[in-house]
């Protein structure tokens, strides 16, 4: 079965730049779609088809899809951005999540 | 304002049923594939089922084939989850989701609903 893998946590310094992955076989042939969690929320989605962004999602976050990786990126992190974060992949009709990744602003 | 609402949550024994509702509203709902996805407590998102606009294809995740089936009703703008022979491990917080317009993604959540399976 397909499987997308992420790093369990990252750390940033506000106002720095966070870059999350997410890697599987040749993720870039597929669409990839990026969500963000908070503590006791549903999720929310930031990035569709690799590089979109829904309306309302700040323009600080952006996504690219190559090759097995696809990457999150958020630039000028701010503390509200703090939170988990998961890939996901529509695979054959069937949905495919990431572990999540954990980002951490300090 | 798109709004999916689950209801039907709670606390079941082991090998018992549970049936899940979500009523839609704020959109087309009879054009649109709809998924269910879960999160068991502290754990990541775990897809659990799709089913299309007019109930011709279903997909279920392999944890749930057999046990598991989804169903919408389009004149209620309502999606279910029928949940059979329920397990410790079905424990989870489950969400009634709306797939994006092209597909591929999930672009609305709703709150949620917690099922508890215990003896």
Redesign the interface.
């Given at each position: 079965?397909y499987e997308l893998t992420q790093p369990p946590s990252v750390s940033v310094s506000p106002g720095q730049t966070a870059s999350i992955t997410c890697s599987g076989d040749k993720l870039g042939d597929k669409?990839a779609?990026w969500?963000q969690?908070k503590p006791g929320q549903?999720?929310?989605?930031v990035i569709?088809?690799d590089t979109k962004r829904?309306s309302g999602i700040p323009e600080r976050f952006s996504g690219s899809n190559s090759g097995n990786t696809a990457t999150l990126t958020i630039s000028g992190t701010q503390a509200m951005d703090e939170a988990?974060y998961?890939c996901?992949?529509?695979v054959s009709?069937?949905?495919?999540?990431?572990?999540?990744t954990k980002l951490t602003v300090l | 304002e798109v709004q999916l609402v689950e209801s039907g949550g709670g606390l079941v024994q082991p090998g018992g049923s549970l049936r899940l509702s979500c009523a839609a509203s704020g959109f087309t709902f009879s054009s649109r594939w709809m998924?269910w996805?879960r999160q068991a407590p502290g754990k990541?998102?775990?897809?659990v089922a799709?089913i299309n606009q007019d109930v011709s294809?279903k997909?279920f995740?392999?944890s749930v084939k057999g046990r598991f089936s989804i169903s919408r009703d389009n004149a209620k703008n309502s999606l279910y989850l029928q949940m059979n022979s329920l397990r410790a491990e079905d424990t989870a917080v489950y969400?009634c989701v709306k797939v994006?317009l092209?597909?591929?993604?999930?672009?609305?959540?709703?709150?949620?609903t917690l099922i508890t399976v215990s003896s």
């Open positions: 079965s669409y779609s969500y969690q549903s999720p929310v989605l569709y088809q829904p988990d998961y996901q992949a529509w009709n069937t949905v495919v999540f990431g572990g999540g | 998924s996805v990541g998102l775990e897809w799709n294809e997909y995740v392999d969400y994006g092209q597909r591929g993604y999930f672009d609305y959540w709703g709150q949620g």
